[in-house]
């Protein structure tokens, strides 16, 4: 008998759900929320009856039976710092969200919602992997003061994801493995895998590592203290240059990578440096990887949604194909992740951890 998972993946406008036997889709669906929908809450722990009911409409309208499912997983919120694996929804977890004692995002609300709909029907509620993944050698997280250390926040899901692909393509273990991810997408991270750890990645969402199409990524630290005492700009504001109105956005004005590349194409002098210098930056940030694994490197994986440019996925390989073979797997695949996350859990293959 097939295992039938339900994935719920909520945004911040949007919840996306699938389901899939094993990790056979058997459908998927976007359920778009309006700025003026979600503007009517105080808070995201607010949304919660709010998105459950789309997603219970949504089921209804394919005709779908929930008796029919084995296990409901959601995308893991902002918990404190675990290591990566599939986790089953428990009420301290759910303590954490409910009142975002780690932080507010929509992503929050998948593990409430996964434990509601499995504890109706009786059914195991998982979460997989993260933002919040921490896995780091303790070498990795020395920064440059004392009052500073390297924090993991990056995209474990899809990182992990396409690493256990890849080695079962290649006939290897991933525990037994030594790879470099680059997931690029609104954020970039970069991360070192080695022995099923995530040793070292940078931070992907608050200015480390590559710029991206809305995050600076790492900024000279003396420019940064000088402007933030400026007295031209708010903290608020300063932040916003870090997450949400860097990178990309701040050259170009927009968060659409493929601006960029449209401008390459048509010889664009700004555009061409802002493409090119996206792509150095992160094969950069590979090499720095490499020379920490010591040069031994089973592969480079590439992923998210910019790995769809041929263009950065060539610049890449041109760049990083001396260290160890580079491999595309482009998009972001968070529900199929999180689907096989659900069949690893129900199998026996991956351990169930407690939060």
């Known amino acids: 008998m097939p295992y039938t998972i339900l994935v719920i993946n909520p945004g911040s406008t949007s ?21 003026e929908e979600i503007g009517k809450f105080p808070n995201i722990a607010a949304q919660y009856d709010f998105r459950r009911k789309h997603i219970e409409a ?8 929930k008796k029919r499912l084995s296990a409901v997983v959601g995308r893991g919120g902002l918990l404190r710092p675990i290591p990566g694996g599939v986790y089953a929804v428990t ?3 759910k303590a954490d969200l409910a009142s975002a004692k780690y932080g507010e995002h929509a992503s929050n609300l998948g593990a409430l919602i996964a434990d509601a709909i499995g504890a109706e029907l009786g059914i195991p509620a998982f979460i997989a992997d993260p933002v919040v993944v921490d896995e780091l050698d303790d070498v990795a997280r020395v920064s440059g003061h004392k009052l500073f250390s390297r924090v993991s926040i990056f995209h474990a899901l899809n990182q992990k994801a396409v690493s256990r692909r890849w080695c079962k393509e ?12 680059a997931h690029m997408g609104g954020g970039v991270s970069v991360g070192l895998h080695k022995d099923g750890r995530v ?19 790492t900024l000279p630290a003396a420019q940064l203290a000088k402007l933030c005492f400026s007295g031209k700009y708010t903290e608020k504001e300063v932040l916003k240059m870090i997450t949400g109105q860097g990178g990309l956005v701040s050259f170009m004005g ?3 990578m493929r601006v960029a590349e449209k401008a390459y194409h048509e010889g664009d002098p700004a555009g061409t440096l802002y493409y090119r ?15 920490a694994a010591r040069g031994k490197v089973d592969a480079i994986i590439l992923t998210g949604g910019i790995a769809y440019g041929k263009e950065v996925v060539q610049g890449l390989a041109e760049m990083c194909a001396f260290i160890a073979p580079v491999v595309a797997y482009p998009g972001e695949g968070e529900l199929e992740a999180l689907a096989l996350a659900g069949v690893r859990a129900l199998s026996g293959e991956a351990a169930i951890q407690q939060y």
């Open 15 to 35: 919840t996306k759900i699938g389901v899939f036997e094993d990790q056979k889709q058997v459908f998927t669906e976007g359920i778009e929320h309006s700025a």
């Open 58 to 65: 949504a089921l209804e309208r394919r005709g779908f039976d």
């Open 91 to 93: 009420e301290a977890m």
């Open 170 to 181: 290649h006939g290897k273990k991933y525990e037994e493995s030594t790879l470099i991810v």
């Open 199 to 217: 040793v070292d990645v940078n931070n992907a969402l608050n200015g480390e590592g590559p710029f991206s199409p809305e995050r600076s990524g």
């Open 254 to 256: 927009s968060n659409d």
């Open 277 to 291: 210098a996206f792509i150095y930056q992160v094969g950069k940030a590979i090499g720095a990887l490499a020379a």
